[in-house]
């Protein structure tokens, strides 16, 4: 990955993170967190990752998200010095939900007082 690609990322991380702070939408609002953005190599399409407060519902806040995209876009038009403005995907960060299973499985290991050894 190149540093300009790495620069740009960076930058629309920040940007989106405090237009979706900003945004009115109870669907949205204080519980969605930017936790990564991806940008393809010609710089046409921002994937933006994110991760919700538990117990939120992800649908409602996908429905959000996809709403308040174009809006978005344009913050992140107004704030850069791109030719072009990258199109916004929002994704769920599949590695909160990752650390939530080991998490788990680590809790019910503790739980279960096994170790993982077994008899030799």
């Known amino acids: 990955?190149?540093?300009r690609t790495r620069k740009v990322e960076s930058q629309l991380k920040e940007i989106v993170g405090e237009e979706l702070a900003s945004l009115s939408d109870p669907r949205?609002?204080?519980?969605v967190t930017v936790t990564a953005v991806r940008v393809s190599p010609d710089l046409a399409v921002a994937?933006?990752?994110?991760?919700?407060?538990?117990g939120e519902d992800a649908e409602e806040a996908q429905d959000?998200?996809?709403?308040?995209?174009?809006?978005?876009?344009s913050?992140?038009?107004?704030?850069t010095r791109m030719r072009r403005t990258p199109r916004l995907r929002f994704e769920p960060d599949p590695?909160?939900?990752?650390?939530?299973?080991?998490?788990?499985?680590?809790?019910?290991?503790?739980?279960?007082?096994?170790?993982?050894?077994?008899?030799?």
Do not use: C, H, P, W
């Open 1 to 3: 990955m190149s540093e």
């Open 28 to 31: 949205i609002n204080g519980l």
């Open 47 to 54: 994937t933006v990752f994110y991760s919700l407060l538990a």
């Open 64 to 73: 959000g998200l996809d709403s308040a995209a174009g809006r978005i876009q």
């Open 75 to 79: 913050a992140v038009g107004r704030q």
């Open 95 to 120: 590695i909160v939900d990752n650390v939530d299973r080991i998490n788990a499985a680590l809790r019910d290991i503790r739980e279960t007082g096994d170790d993982g050894d077994k008899d030799q």
